[in-house]
């Protein structure tokens, strides 16, 4: 040093200086040059999803993402200048620091994400409208055949703003002002939501099973979150596929062959387990062999580079789904773009976020996308309407998704296939799988205080539909006794519209026709001439008083239940008087009077009193009047 220090001062001046303005114009290029590359290989994908020994999973599934082309941090940081993101840059320092000391926990997430507008709508214009999309998903049910399934829909994407008459479909939450409130790090419970209209206008809805005050927006106001993309697409660029989906993927791309018994249910569950390490998932994986030689000994013979391909893919997606020394996988980083497997929409559009005046964020599956429609092997698929004209009033209630089950009735023939209402047999719009074979976890269309809004006026009892205590067969008139206006138990006047046949949906009886535990006697006489008097004789105070529980019963309803047991014109007697039986199950019938006694018939009693007279009346006519005397003896021809 001192002998470049000894040269330089043996310079003349103006060479001198000319040499350290030289030097210390090399350093500071060197400086910017080195502190250019060293900036740019920091924000390199490589070095963030490499260096740090916490991020092989995320980087994994960066690379197989739409967004492999994005540098990490034009989403991290935030596509500003370079003034703006050194700064930003520089608090993550913390992050290095507990890299380096191992003081963090697994699984790890994302705490400082840059807000959407500021990076994704950098790129994707917001005010761009999408047309519907047509979508095709297929799955395979785990049985032994992998029977596949097809599911078509057409998703409501739109977007675009209000001015041009536009802004609805699922990206009408980027043009309209949507707020939420959620005390979940991974905003999967959001108890509260605001949405302010155009106009100012503001709506809150809280969760009715949380049980908020109705202020509750105002104590969190300075926690609100405006809503953004990332709210739904959480997993846009760093997506952990579930077993079941990957599975699905693999056997509809044909990367596995399908003829493999049980391939899907036996790779669903070894992608499920968890695992101490990779190489103990990756060994449990590759046991798939031995299983398939010992239980399909004959089609393993057959296929056995199929099966063994079908492992090398299993393996592949469990590495690229399932990291255990970091303690993730598909279930620790939820994915919101949907409401299978996490709440994703239903968050919001879960039935049971209600406004105080009782407007509900709508759960209607056509907002979003059409009704899905299934179609199983061997089928045509379906003709899809993107526009379904003449929608009901009733539909545009925003409980309707809620209500439908209970407002079924024949005016939806008029536009639906009804049949098998609430079946999975995908033989009408009624029995979609996609809808009633799906047990929707995070919706809350049962939660007690929707029913109460939205549940007709329950049948009287228990608060229950009320079980049937008598026999139902073909013949079963539910109407006779159960009219809304005047029947023996009137219906409630919310089933006024309610066909006959959706009766039995709800209303299951207890003993089956014929049962002997409640048997309803045959009439044990003919009814010629008197198919409207049964009440004559079995009153409340006829000689043969029918059960105190038939008080109130009109005669034309008796005949719903009690069948003839003797046709009219048979008899087993012609000389007896009528009985209600023989004592091995005949009946008798009346014996008609004499043609010479016209002009008598007030005075049967006279001669035909049970305890005395010219001839007496058998003994269980005891008691009977004349006028119920002429209801079974007629004169003769």
Not at 177 to 199: A, N
Not at 218 to 240: A, G, P
Not at 384 to 393: A, N, V
Not at 590 to 616: F, I, K, M, S, Y
């Amino acid at each position: 040093m001192s002998r470049i220090t000894s040269w330089l001062f043996s310079l003349r001046r103006p060479v001198r200086w000319a040499v350290i303005i030289a030097v210390m114009i090399f350093l500071i290029l060197a400086a910017i040059t080195i502190s250019a590359t060293t900036w740019e290989y920091t924000n390199s994908p490589a070095f963030c999803g490499t260096t740090c020994h916490a991020m092989p999973p995320e980087y994994t599934a960066y690379q197989i993402s739409p967004h492999a082309r994005v540098a990490c941090v034009d989403c991290h940081l935030g596509q500003d200048t370079v003034l703006l993101t050194v700064p930003r840059k520089a608090k993550e320092l913390s992050h290095v620091v507990n890299a380096l000391t191992k003081s963090y926990e697994p699984p790890i997430y994302v705490k400082n994400l840059r807000p959407a507008r500021d990076t994704c709508e950098r790129c994707h214009n917001p005010e761009k409208f999408s047309f519907d999309t047509f979508v095709e998903i297929k799955r395979f049910a785990e049985d032994e055949a992998n029977t596949p399934t097809r599911t078509y829909l057409i998703v409501k994407t739109g977007g675009g703003t209000r001015r041009e008459g536009l802004g609805r479909g699922i990206h009408w939450h980027i043009e309209n002002e949507v707020w939420f409130y959620s005390d979940d790090p991974l905003k999967q419970t959001i108890p509260y939501v605001r949405e302010v209209g155009p106009e100012g206008r503001v709506i809150e809805y809280f969760d009715v099973e949380a049980g908020l005050p109705p202020d509750f927006g105002q104590q969190v106001e300075d926690r609100l979150h405006l809503m953004d993309c990332i709210d739904c697409h959480t997993r846009i660029s760093h997506l952990f596929r579930s077993p079941s989906d990957a599975m699905d993927d693999a056997l509809a791309r044909r990367q596995i062959d399908n003829r493999i018994p049980r391939i899907k249910q036996r790779g669903v569950q070894v992608l499920s387990q968890k695992y101490n390490s990779t190489e103990e998932g990756l060994q449990a994986i590759e046991a798939l062999d031995d299983w398939y030689r010992e239980n399909y000994p004959d089609f393993y013979a057959e296929n056995q580079a199929a099966v063994k391909n079908a492992i090398k893919v299993i393996e592949e997606i469990f590495t690229v789904t399932v990291f255990p020394n970091l303690g993730i996988g598909w279930q620790t980083h939820p994915n919101n773009a949907g409401h299978r497997e996490f709440p994703g929409c239903f968050r919001c559009h879960d039935g049971k976020h209600t406004s105080p005046a009782g407007k509900t964020i709508r759960l209607e599956c056509n907002i979003c996308h059409s009704i899905p429609e299934v179609v199983e092997p061997g089928k045509a698929a379906p003709v899809l309407s993107i526009d379904k004209p003449g929608e009901p009033e009733s539909h545009q209630d925003s409980n309707w998704l809620a209500r439908h089950r209970y407002q079924f009735d024949e005016t939806c023939v008029a536009c639906h296939d009804v049949s098998n209402p609430g079946g999975t047999d995908n033989t009408s719009f009624c029995s979609n799988s996609a809808c009633h074979a799906i047990k929707w976890k995070y919706v809350g269309l049962d939660a007690p205080a929707i029913r109460a809004m939205v549940e007709p006026p329950p049948v009287p009892g228990n608060g229950q539909p009320q079980p049937v205590p008598h026999p139902i067969g073909p013949r079963t008139d539910c109407n006779v006794c159960h009219d809304a206006t005047d029947g023996v138990r009137p219906f409630p006047a919310d089933h006024t519209s309610y066909e006959q046949t959706l009766c039995t949906q709800c209303h299951q009886p207890t003993l089956v026709e014929g049962s002997e535990a409640a048997p309803i006697p045959p009439i044990s006489h003919t009814l010629e001439g008197r198919r409207d008097q049964c009440l004559v004789c079995h009153g409340e105070h006829g000689f043969k008083p029918y059960p105190a529980d038939h008080i109130g019963r009109m005669a034309n309803t008796c005949l719903s239940c009690h069948e003839e047991g003797v046709a009219p014109g048979d008899s087993t007697s012609s000389t007896e008087p009528a009985t209600e039986g023989t004592g091995e199950g005949e009946a008798k019938t009346a014996p008609p009077t004499p043609a010479d006694h016209v002009g008598r018939e007030g005075l049967c009693l006279g001669c035909h009193q049970p305890d005395g007279g010219v001839q007496p009346a058998p003994a269980d006519h005891a008691g009977r009047e004349v006028d119920v005397c002429l209801s079974c003896h007629v004169p003769a021809e």
